[in-house]
């Protein structure tokens, strides 16, 4: 199983829609999670972070639920500046610091 | 707003060659890293430093690899003998504690040819 899982997509949605993304990460001991951005070629960049049971920042929520080592992100009327590839990450505090990202799911909002 | 810079933006170099990637993270931040990404794959984490020192480095960062923070402000990678499998683009992040965000930079993209 990979260490944190994301559905690749595309997602192609209209502007104005609400889209979903969904991670599952495999290490129960866990302890931070994240959303980030990236646009092609150019650096991650944090969107927002995960705590506890979740948190909401302008069109943006994202949700953790911890029994199921799931999250989510929803967000609310797309614009076409949201296109991008949405990375989820996880740090794992077991002495680690790295964080370890999944593959990223795109999103296409369309005019 | 502090950021974390890097350079050069891209690097082209033959086979065999050494390159140093050079950062500068945030500056109040004590935590070090270098990610890279393959085209077209995902981030993958290469080494953490803290207080002068490697705290974790993955199985991707073998002898070729060094990491350096030669003074106060700049942090760097070396890669001794570059392959051709080494190009990718080669992020800096740093943050103020092991648990919390990262900040990254713009990257460097190498090319080994």
């Known amino acids: 199983r990979k260490e944190v899982e994301q559905d690749p997509g595309p997602f192609n949605v209209p502007e104005g829609a609400t889209v979903a993304f969904n991670c599952t990460y495999s290490n129960s001991a866990s302890q931070s999670f994240f959303w980030y951005r990236q646009d092609c070629r150019k650096e991650p960049k944090l969107l927002m972070s995960v705590y506890s049971s979740g948190n909401e920042d302008g069109r943006f929520t994202a949700q953790l639920n911890r029994a199921s080592q799931y999250i989510s992100l929803l967000i609310r009327d797309s614009k076409l500046s949201d296109s991008a590839t949405y990375l989820c990450?996880?740090?794992?505090?077991?002495?680690?610091?790295?964080?370890?990202f999944g593959s990223g799911t795109r999103l296409q909002v369309q005019p | 707003e502090p950021e974390v810079t890097q350079t050069p933006s891209h690097q082209v170099t033959q086979m065999g060659q050494e390159v140093i990637l050079r950062c500068v993270p945030i500056?109040?931040?004590?935590?070090f890293y270098w990610y890279r990404q393959i085209l077209g794959q995902k981030v993958e984490f290469l080494v953490s430093f803290y207080n002068n020192e490697i705290s974790e480095k993955s199985e991707i960062f073998d002898d070729q690899f060094s990491v350096e923070r030669p003074d106060g402000s700049n942090f760097t990678l070396k890669i001794r003998s570059t392959k051709l499998e080494d190009s990718a683009m080669y992020f800096c992040?740093?943050?103020?504690?092991?648990?919390?965000?990262?900040?990254f930079g713009p990257g460097t993209r190498l090319t080994v040819t």
């Open positions: 990450v996880v740090n794992t505090d077991t002495g680690r610091r790295a964080l370890t």
């Open positions: 500056s109040n931040h004590l935590y």
């Open positions: 992040a740093s943050s103020g504690d092991p648990i919390r965000e990262q900040y």
